[in-house]
């Protein structure tokens, strides 16, 4: 069992945040449209539990998805039995040759795998690179500095018919802390986990410069299409040149 995204957060993330794969998904199919990738593979890295992947096969395209944590493979393959899903981290993964390479919600910013700096990133766009046809895209989002004011311990819930979610965020030097406590019903009683994720949080600049060293054609969007991405955040269309 990995670390991450356990069975009762990978059941919250699917039943109460589902909004942002389901609202960032017609932009991106749109973006995958103009950039003429209209079939074939897409590789979606950390796919959560799958809602993108779903949408990519019903518009015709064959996925590979890739995801850290079993849990929300497991909720994947239930969503998408068309596509294949293999549990692994992104930083490490084979991407196979395909037209676009996906990443969607703040996927690249985790800090899950114990050396995730900055060569790691650079050493992941040069991977995707490689793996795309000329032409094909690599379409992703970032989080940036800002999530919260610095010295402010910032705490927030959500909560669904049958779990609740408690977060308490805090920033600094420009890492990201989220500590989680999952509160799920099973049975009559509420099983309690708790999660700690940590996020590097990147400049929109610095990440287009290095899109840009590699050798793609980088467009920054505030979201993707009509679905604008909450604040300090900025998505990215990274083109490999024909
Ligand atoms: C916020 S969720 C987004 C999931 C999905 N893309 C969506 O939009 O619903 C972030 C996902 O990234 C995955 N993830 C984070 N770091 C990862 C890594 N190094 N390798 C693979 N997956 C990773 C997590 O397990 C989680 O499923």
Redo the contacts with the bound molecule.
Sequence with gaps: M?E??REDL?YI??AG??E??IE?APGILEILSQNGVGEGLVV?????????ARTLVDAGYRVLG????EA?IWLSRKRAPEAEFRV??????VIPPCGAV????????????PD?GGRRLLRLFQRVYEALAPGGVFVFDAAGPGQVAQGIVSRSFTEGTDWVVLVEKEEQQRVLTRRISTFRKVGELYRRDDEVHRQRLYEASEIAGELRGVGFEVRTMPGYGRYLLPNAHSAFVARKPE
Aim: charged share 10%; aromatic share 16%; with cysteine.
């Design positions: 990995t991450y995204y990978a993330h699917d945040h589902a942002f794969a960032s979606d890295l950390g796919c959560g539990s799958g809602l993108w890739i995801d850290i944590s929300m692994g981290s992104l930083f490490g993964a996906t990443a969607v919600s703040e996927v690249i910013n985790y800090l899950f795998d995730n």
